[in-house]
């Protein structure tokens, strides 16, 4: 079990450094307006806003072919962002991409797995390691969220699970003050 | 005596420190269990050495850290281990977090105790044996000492070595206590700093509301070239940059360190615990707790770190009637607990009972009517007012632009404010924000990367996977159609680069 996890680990570092490398090595030199508003998108890949992933949203943004509002696990604030990038006014998530949800996690429950690798092509972020016939595990740190691994799943062993309030994530709240007018 | 630098704003606050600093420090009482957790400090948790039905030795090391920026977590008695698991920690949030339980067996045995002689150790080798002792900022930040004692990598050498023992918050008298009957122990401690550091001066900064102790700490001075510096009591002079301020003139740029100044400032309690590792081999597993407000008898207790709140309040007396909260901490910068059964940890400097004399009132909050009066106060010489319009309208980055991060929720604009509108709250809100973007904004760009990554990997293998074809072309004439990958069934490699053809 041990030698399995220091084996994943590593193997996630490793990969981790290459993608590093990749990205650098590759990068693709785009129209600036596209960078800018795909520096904004929230980057989960899940396609809910129609498209096969955040850039080629954003790339639609920039020609005008679609709506600031169409991008569920960007949100409010997501549209408030795009807004200001652009310009516009900020108006309410369309309804027809999805709604607003917390952040959560893919988690495999590896007892069912049977190591059919059918969410290792579905994830957008290669976030799930395992090889064929054996048991997947998805790395939590990388998973976006999007939930694309669990409409493939054969034996539906795959779960979103919210991201368990921490000491490390907790945040101090608005103040919740009413404010009396002065008199 | 040497000329002093005033800050700009501060209070003068009401002190309540006769409440508690009137009696020697007790020893706290063995507790039947103990709840260490494993971050008691600021950086990375301690990676826990122990598992449950483990047997361990009083001053074992039970947490290893875990990076550089960590400290090591020992056993504050001898026992067995019942649990790793997340307990209730003390903390603004009430949430728990990982933890080592420990039911005591009463013995209280340590592990064999070595003294060294610090003159024979290499810099690091000795650096090394205070960051295995778990020695980190006692002052309440919990910074890791060895950290602050590796001055490696700065050109110049350290101007000043500073200890802290201001004390400025009301009502926390633990320190004070701590320079009156220790005093020798503290000068052994700091001694053991500046050989490390090799300062050109050595200062000790100390409220003139504590006489005893700059007399006892002055004593222990005596044939040493460190020197005593009372400084007027005014809250919060004992807040780092306000410190280096007063003793040096030296100004802490707004998003550096009193390091990049030429100082390097350290809690008397510190000094202490550094004593107590290199002197007597003894890790960091206890502390002196200021215990006041309306408990039956205040005062400070040694306890080990572990212990349930709820067993000094015991050993005190007992709540008085009308407590309404409990904070660890002073009134201004600390914080309410949602438990007293949350063990003591190395940043808990005190525990205040506090009943509604000692809480201000909830006054109705008002529109801020500009007087300034906040701006006046702050000791970071902010503009409060600007902040919190900013911080109010969720507008994080001009909030930023004012310098939000300088802000050391000091409290005194809150305090002042005509209006009582909580504004370290706001304050709070909007850094944790930011903080939480910021974390966003990295996971967005590495899953973009990572993205990004796999589209050019897919690529890659359609192209070879395109050019095997071509190459073989003439086989797959022959193939039946019920091979041809755009028709068969889904086989668990497809997709991957491998299997279609052949
Ligand atoms: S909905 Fe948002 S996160 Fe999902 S692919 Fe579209 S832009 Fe990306
Ligand atoms: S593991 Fe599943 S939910 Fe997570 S990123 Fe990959 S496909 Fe999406
Ligand atoms: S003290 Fe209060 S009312 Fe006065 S300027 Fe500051 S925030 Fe406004
Ligand atoms: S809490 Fe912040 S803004 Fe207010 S006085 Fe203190 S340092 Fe200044």
Redesign the interface.
Known sequence: MIVAVIALGLLAGASGL???F??IR?K?EGDPMVEQI?AV?????CGQCGYA???PYAEAIAAGEADINRCPPGGQNGIAALAELLGRDPKPLDPESGIEKPKMAAVIDEQSCI????C??AC????IVGA??HMHTVIAR?C?GCELCLAPCPVDCIHMIPFA???T???????A??????A | MSALFPFHGGLKTVRHKTESNQTPIQAGILPPRLTVPLRQHIGAIAKPLVQPGDRVLKGQMIGQPDGYISAAIHAPTSGVVSAVDQQPVPHPSGLSDLCVTIESDGEDRWIDREPVDYHRLHPSELRQTIRNAGVVGLGGAGFPSAVKLNLAGRSEPLATLMLNGAECEPWITCDDRLMRERAAEIVAGLQIMAHLLGPAEVLIGIEDDKPEAIAAMTAACAGTSYEVRPVPTRYPSGSVKQLVKLLTGRETPVDGLPVDVGVQCFNVATAYTVYRAIHCGEPVISRVVTVTGQVHRPGNLEVLIGTPFAELIKQCGGYRDGVERLIMGGPMMGFALHSDEAPVTKAANCLLAAGPAELAAELPVLPCIRCGACMDVCPANLLPQQLYWHARAKEFDQARDCHLFSCIECGCCSHVCPSHIPLVQYYRYAKNEIWAQEKEKQRAEQARQRHQARMERLEREKQEREAKLRQKAPVRTEVVPHLDPLISVPSPTKGEGSGQVG
């Not at chain 1, 190591?115 to 059918?118: D, E, I, Q, R, V």
């Not at chain 1, 957008?124 to 976030?127: F, K, M, N, R, S």
């Open positions: 290459l993608l590093g990749a990205a590759f693709v795909d998108l929230p980057q989960t890949q992933g955040c850039r190591g059919c690798t059918l290792i092509q957008p972020v290669d976030a064929a016939k990388e976006t309030p921490s000491i994530t907790w945040k101090w709240t608005y103040p003050v009413e404010v009396k007018a002065a």
